[in-house]
């Protein structure tokens, strides 16, 4: 008994050690936000009695026992798998952070807990390549426009190259490799934890030192064939070149339009000037042989005015009454004139 107790305890230790040993590790997963994620149990083989519990900051989400699965959240978010595996969809910011997943046997035992860490990555950009000829070499670069490093992978003839670590110029990642032939077939492939993306080009370098894929060429050698950005750069221009021909255009146009208007206004007004005079001339001439207009009767005011004055006081009682006769002076004969003496 003494022999199977020790065996026993060294036995609980040994898994105890295991058991914490696993929950110190921290296991990564990574997502894309609006997208899911899948977390497994690392390194176990789960069976149907067990009783498997995933937690969120001490918080329970999913539980399943006896193949019975207990939802803690929204069960349109977790979906629990028979085989332990908790996905989460419809991704945000809040679902980063720290996961742990617990396995009991069927007597209730801790037999694994484990801890994982949930984190996101934006889904890679295309690669671009672009090589330079010279005459001895050719010089292959690939690059992408990624905010977090990615992971770079070269293929010359679908052979596996070494080239240098990746170089960060202001958000262009970029690679460099070198090579002494002059026809080959490269495959540039990006990727990170959540996407991946490849580019695939044919060299072909005539033997004279010319740059593609930049639209520089020097010693004579044809001139290669500039690439798309170039050709927008130079639609870019001619359509400003169109505006603003356009805009001057048209403030010449509308300077013409406001001096036509004026100098037809003007014009019209030394004809309206000279007619005026022209006028009163006919006019005057008209006068000197026009008639005199023979005044109206009712024209002159003044003298009914002064007939309607009412005469003086006196002379209005003496004309009340009827005039009376006045008595005729008799007239002397010469015949008395002679008698006086």
């Known amino acids: 008994m003494d022999f199977r107790g020790i065996f026993l305890a060294k036995c609980l230790v040994g898994l105890f050690s295991c058991v914490k040993g696993s929950a110190n590790e921290i296991h990564k997963a990574y997502g894309v936000l609006g997208g899911s994620v899948f977390l497994n149990v690392p390194g176990f083989k789960v069976e149907n009695q067990h009783e498997i519990t995933w937690l969120k900051t001490a918080s329970i989400l999913v539980k399943v026992k006896n193949s019975t699965v207990k939802y803690y959240r929204e069960k349109e978010k977790y979906t629990m798998f028979p085989n332990g595996t908790l996905r989460i969809d419809r991704l945000v910011k809040e679902d980063g952070g720290s996961y742990t997943v617990r396995v ?4 209730g035992l801790l037999q694994v807990e484990e801890n994982l860490n949930v984190s996101f990555q934006e889904i ?7 090589w330079v000829c010279s005459q001895n070499s ?7 426009n990624q905010r977090n490093e990615p992971l770079f992978h070269l293929f010359r003839n679908n052979k596996t190259l070494n080239y240098k670590p990746p170089i960060d110029a202001n958000g262009i990642w970029k690679i460099e490799y070198s090579s002494k032939s002059s026809t080959a077939k490269f495959q540039c492939e990006v990727k990170n934890h959540v996407s991946k993306k490849t580019a695939d080009q044919e060299i072909k370098c005539s033997g004279l030192e010319e740059i593609h894929s930049t639209g520089i060429i020097s ?3 044809p001139k290669p064939t500039p690439p798309v950005s170039s050709y927008a750069g130079m639609l870019d221009i001619v359509l400003i070149g169109s505006i603003a021909g356009g805009a001057v255009v048209f403030v010449i146009f509308l300077a013409l339009l406001i001096y036509c ?6 014009e019209r007004y030394e004809e309206q000037d000279e007619e005026i005079p022209m006028k009163i001339r006919q006019a005057g001439d008209e006068s000197k042989y026009r008639e005199l207009p023979q005044p109206p009767v009712h024209a002159p005011q003044k003298q009914p005015r002064q007939q309607q004055r009412l005469p003086p006081q006196s002379q209005t009682q003496y004309q009340a009454g009827p005039p009376r006769p006045r008595p005729r002076t008799q007239q002397k004969s010469p015949s008395h004139m002679k008698e006086r003496p």
Do not use: F, H, L, W
Request: aromatic share 4%; charged share 35%.
């Open 261 to 266: 208007i004026r100098k037809k206004r003007a």
């Open 138 to 144: 050719m010089k292959v670069t690939c690059e992408v």
């Open 219 to 221: 010693q004579g050698s």
């Open 104 to 107: 009991y046997n069927d007597t």
């Open 124 to 130: 890679v950009s295309k690669p671009e390549i672009k």
